[in-house]
């Protein structure tokens, strides 16, 4: 039976500059980095995180599994520092949008280097 989710795959056009958004502007630490043929970076918001992104070259993917969708998922992040995370997002000129007052909490939409869209929630 499935216990948690462990790793999501996002395949992006430059793994070089995906890293530089996940760790320089979001905050995530790189878990481990592999090149055997196939490069591969595993990072996560936190040394403790249950789940974990694993960046890989979308060009690379798409010639040995052309079946597979390459699109983005949709995430969602969670922040107790909601405020804090928007204007200092905003600050580096990442594409934010405002923060929305939902039945579940507060949230805002993000952009990266790539322009794929992700979300925070207030938790």
């Known amino acids: 039976m499935v216990q948690q989710v462990g790793q999501i795959m996002l395949y992006v056009n430059n793994q070089d500059k995906?890293?530089?958004?996940?760790?320089?502007?979001?905050?995530?630490?790189?878990?481990s980095e592999e090149n055997n043929g196939m490069r591969w970076i595993e990072i996560a918001?936190?040394?403790?995180?249950?789940?974990?992104?694993i960046l890989h070259n979308k060009e690379v993917i798409a010639k040995m599994s052309p079946e597979l969708n390459l699109g983005t998922p949709s995430l969602m992040f969670f922040?107790?520092?909601?405020?804090?995370?928007?204007?200092r997002l905003s600050e580096k000129e990442i594409t934010v949008g405002d923060i929305v007052e939902m039945p579940f909490g507060r949230v805002f939409n993000f952009a990266d280097y790539e322009n794929n869209y992700f979300a925070i929630m207030e938790k």
């Open 18 to 31: 995906a890293l530089e958004f996940w760790t320089e502007v979001m905050g995530f630490h790189v878990v």
């Open 45 to 53: 918001p936190s040394a403790n995180a249950e789940t974990s992104l």
């Open 79 to 87: 922040t107790d520092k909601l405020d804090e995370l928007h204007n």
